[in-house]
């Protein structure tokens, strides 16, 4: 039997980033841009390019870097949005225009406002705008599952010879469960034949917990292209998880006789560095890419996983890019040998970035005895996506105790100047977040605060997470890195401080669909 493609359209940059504390700056959607180059993903869809100036730069910045996928920017049906994306992604190797319009009955009255006929009008209208502009077209009908099939197949007849080369029925509430939707991709296929000439993609939200199935009942029902987010990301509940979907077409080609082009073992890596910029850990028994996915503790299994792996183990670690715990260099290596194993991690730094990661590595490979792939991998995400120091940390110095009140004296560099505050607090970090924001001078709430460590041991480094939260209620979140605690969280703080500012000069801040 014929082992059929299926092209990976990935939106984490959209719909993923769309979701409440997900948001990129430009530095971070390129450096998960160019992660997703390097695992093959087909459709990168960067963002939506009229929502914000930020999301405008940040789609044709992807689309001229990155050189070995298509890129798409999402529209609706409109000629202002198509303009706009059309803008953003033309110097694409090969750009897409991903233009959507609802087309159920709840939808088109309540929230367009618009008769079934006025919607088809439009819908065809507007593809075949976008469609003088160039030949990858993508036609989404928003809320597909739940549209009438007549009128649905209707449009997609319509859309189709007005020019759309794909077309997507997405499950935009996660309503549907996958017996129904293997069935209504079946029947899709006969009341629309066009279906036949072009890709038929599916894209499904996870509300009930059935994105992931419900996008391989679609691949048996026929669709060439399945829409998802790295770890499911995405609004509400997410989008169907990438990782999932691709290691069950690999690990059951067997029953799907589908395959994708994903470099299964990049998987690991790309959810790591999606949680790095997010600040969004993902479950520890999340399929695939959890911290325990691959984890056995029960005595019975490790026996059997020691006789035979395949006892317990359906896919192996390294598979999806988990290596575990390998040892790699010492404080004596030098920067040839940092140099490649940064590369082997996936990771491009320029000069400057590497000689900041290399004087890291070395201080860090003083303090611990043993320096392990993860931990380069986090001092190098966090290099490749920082964006410019504004304020810099000088010293700090804290005075705590069980009997006293905490303070904490901070020194920060912005501009060459020297700013020192004084605060005190609730033990010594409230103590010295409390500093900070005297530094910085303007309100800021703690939305999150997290301490991890990259790898176990006595001497692991300390992997601190901040999320603050301006007067305007957008997030930021920070991380920082060191053996001592404090410290990795005052890095954090400032760091997420930066992240404001850069991204307010920058104009990033998105702008959800619903509210443009
Ligand atoms: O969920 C959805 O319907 C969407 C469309 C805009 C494709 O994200
Ligand atoms: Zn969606």
Redesign the pocket.
Known sequence: MEVKKIKIFDTTLR?GEQSPGCSMNLKEKIEMAKQLERMHVDVIEAGFAISSQGDFISVKTIAETVKNCTVAS?ARASEKDIDRAWEAVKEAVDPRIHL?LATSPLHMEYKLHMQPDDVYEMAVAMTARAAKYCSNIEF?A??ATRSNWKFLAKVIEGVIAAGASTV?L?D?VGYTTPDEHYAFFMRMREMAPSLEKVTISS?C?NDLGLGVANSLAAVRAGVTQVECTVNGIGERAGNAAMEEIVMALYTRRDYYQAESNIVTSEIVHSSNLLTRITGVKVQPNKAIVGENAFAHEAGIHQHGVLQNRATYEIMTPESVGLNKNNLVLGKHSGKHAFKDRVNSLGYDLDETELEIAFEKFKSLADKKKTVYDRDIEALVAKEAVQVPRTYRLNSFVINSGNTITSTAVIKMTRDEKIIEKVSRGEGPIDAAFKAIEKIVGCELTLEDYQIGSVTEGEDALGDALVKIKTAGGTVFSGRGLSTDVIEASIHAYVNAVNKMIYTEKEGFTTVRIESI
């Open positions: 719909d999402l959507f989404s928003e809320d997507n997405p935009t894209h939200h």
